[in-house]
């Protein structure tokens, strides 16, 4: 079980620095401006594919401690 949540907890910090790395290009406007305009739209995008995997990997231990 101990190796499952490592590699769980390795996962959500490999996902967070992705998306951290997503969000300062997008930020320091090196995206194509003509794409998306507001990058306030990539960033709730990228938090709401974060959240739906950390529940989804929650939902898997929680049914695999059980």
């Known amino acids: 079980m101990k190796v499952r949540l ?4 390795f996962e959500m910090f490999i996902g967070l620095v992705i998306f951290s ?3 300062l290009i ?3 406007s090196i ?3 003509f794409l998306i305009r507001d ?4 960033q709730i995008a ?3 594919l974060i959240g739906g995997f ?3 990997e929650l939902i898997k231990e929680v049914k695999a401690i059980k």
């Open 31 to 33: 995206s194509i401006p």
């Open 6 to 9: 490592l590699k769980f907890l």
């Open 46 to 48: 990228g938090l709401f």
């Open 54 to 56: 950390i529940s989804e």
């Open 26 to 28: 997008f930020y320091t």
């Open 39 to 42: 990058h306030r739209y990539w």
């Open 21 to 23: 790395l997503c969000t």
